[in-house]
């Protein structure tokens, strides 16, 4: 790669395509952070009395329901602490695990420990496997670098319809900023992009999605930006507190009997071979950049730290040649056909139908209304100083 470069704050580089630096050798995701952080991310004594607030609405609203939230559970460490925190509440979430066909038997048992040991219900949602391999394998041929569009949209559809039909209002998401603030747009697409969804199936599918939770755009709309009129409200409670991935999986191991994948979505076997294999290997994105990015910039490893570990390989020879077979054999290809698969020229999301635009204008609508509301704020307690400056 020529003009190669990495950030000087934290380990992006040069193989997003689209990153830019400063004069300085800041990245655009650093100065981004920066600019977004105040707005969304709130780990401090304010965000804790807003968690506390928005439960002892949500609990008053539902006091006569038999749950009053959503939540999924994928035995990850944010699902998991996010559950610790939602019984700490004491809220009443239903709990969903969407069974995508890739579990790892160690995200089994750490779900299975931790709902046992807080004492929720837990509503498992099976994927139709056939639907589900179809689908994957028409995005592997259809050459994009998000391989995890397929179980992402089904677990996000998932819970929003399984919401939507059960009239519960309030889904507490395991969305958190302080571990995913950095994503280049370059290595993927929005996977709960619906139209590029379908634009892949039809082209490259071999069976209807007759089951397949597809969410549509309206639907899309009213889990991301919260529409009022849609009566559905997602919070992302970990973005309100102070949240250590660290610190967390210390917790929960100690607690909880949780045990680690070794890295971020391991606990499902195919985001752990399309991450530490595909990605690197056909495309040249490796997605521990920004996980690492997240955390250095967010405070909790250093920079140094995070280029320590960018030393090591993505993926371990002794397991990779496992992993593969598992991989091959489980979605019934034969090694030529995932060898030509790996050859084929890489695409991009815009060579298929998609949202992208559409779903800019409401990021920035929704960046507008956040700013707008920061404003009224200052203008509150301005007016709230005066008045009592006045008074005395």
Same mark, same amino acid.
């Given at each position: 790669?020529? +003009?190669y ?14 990153i830019?630096?400063?004069q +300085? $050798?800041?990245? +655009?995701?650093?100065l981004?952070? &920066? ?10 004594? &304010?965000?804790?009395a ?9 609990? @008053? ?6 749950y009053d ?5 994928? $035995?990850?460490?944010? #699902? ?11 809220l /009443?979430?239903?709990v ?7 579990n790892s @038997? ?13 004492? !929720?219900?837990?509503?498992?949602e099976?994927?139709?496997?056939? @639907? ?8 592997? /041929?259809? $050459?994009?670098a998000?391989?995890?569009t ?14 939507? #039909? #059960? ?6 998401s395991?969305?958190n ?13 929005n996977?709960? %992009?619906?139209?590029? *969804? ?10 209807p *999605?007759?089951? !397949? ?8 709309? =009213? ?5 009022p009129?849609?009566? !559905? ?5 970990l973005?309100?507190?102070?949240? #250590?991935?660290?610190?967390a999986?210390?917790? *929960?191991?100690?607690e ?11 606990? =499902? ?6 991450? =530490?294999?595909? *990605? ?5 994105? %490796? ?9 250095v ?5 250093? &920079? ?15 397991e ?5 077979t598992? !991989? ?7 090694p030529?056909?995932?060898e030509a ?21 409401m +990021?920035?609508?929704?960046s $507008?209304?956040?700013?707008?509301h920061?404003d009224?704020?200052a203008?509150? @307690? ?8 006045? %008074?005395?």
């Open positions: 790669m020529t +003009n470069q990495r950030c000087a704050v934290c380990v992006m580089d040069t193989t997003d395509p689209q830019v630096f400063d +300085n $050798g800041v990245c +655009n995701h650093c981004g952070f &920066r600019q977004e952080a105040p707005h969304v991310w709130h780990p401090n004594d &304010r965000g804790v807003h968690i506390r607030a928005w439960a002892a609405r949500v609990k @008053e609203e539902n006091k006569n329901n038999e939230c959503i939540m999924g559970l994928s $035995g990850g460490t944010d #699902s998991t602490f996010m559950a610790v925190q939602a019984h700490r509440l004491g /009443r979430p239903l969903v695990h969407v069974d995508t066909g890739w @038997e160690l995200a089994v048992k750490n779900i299975e420990n931790v709902v046992r040991k807080l004492g !929720f219900d837990l509503h498992t099976v994927i139709d496997w056939g @639907e589900m391999k179809d689908l994957q394998i028409a995005f592997l /041929r259809a $050459g994009l998000n391989q995890d397929p179980q992402d949209h089904a677990i996000f559809g998932t819970l929003y319809k399984l919401a939507i #039909s #059960s009239g519960i209002k309030h889904l507490l395991g969305i900023y302080a571990t995913e603030c950095i994503l280049p747009r370059a290595w993927g697409h996977a709960l %992009d619906g139209r590029q *969804l379908r634009a892949v199936h039809k082209r490259f599918g071999k069976r *999605l007759a089951t !397949f939770p597809v969410l549509s755009f309206s639907e899309y709309c =009213s889990y991301q930006f919260r529409f009129q849609a009566n !559905f409200e997602s919070f992302p409670i973005n309100f507190m102070p949240y #250590s991935k660290a610190a999986m210390e917790f *929960l191991q100690s909880y009997g949780f045990r680690d994948y070794g890295a971020k979505h391991y606990e =499902s076997r195919f985001t752990k071979f399309f991450q =530490s294999y595909f *990605l690197p290997v056909k495309f040249g994105y %490796d997605k521990r950049l920004a996980h690492l990015s997240s955390l910039v967010t405070g909790q490893m250093s &920079r140094a730290e995070a280029l320590e570990q960018l030393g090591r390989p993505p993926f371990k020879e002794a990779i040649e496992e992993d593969k598992f !991989f091959i054999k489980k979605l019934g290809l034969t030529e056909e995932f698969i790996m050859q084929a020229p890489n695409r991009s999301f815009q060579d298929y139908p998609n949202h992208a635009d559409n779903i800019r204008q +990021n920035e609508i929704r $507008g209304m956040s700013q707008l920061t009224m704020k203008l509150q @307690e301005r007016w709230n100083a005066l008045s009592a400056a006045t %008074d005395a």
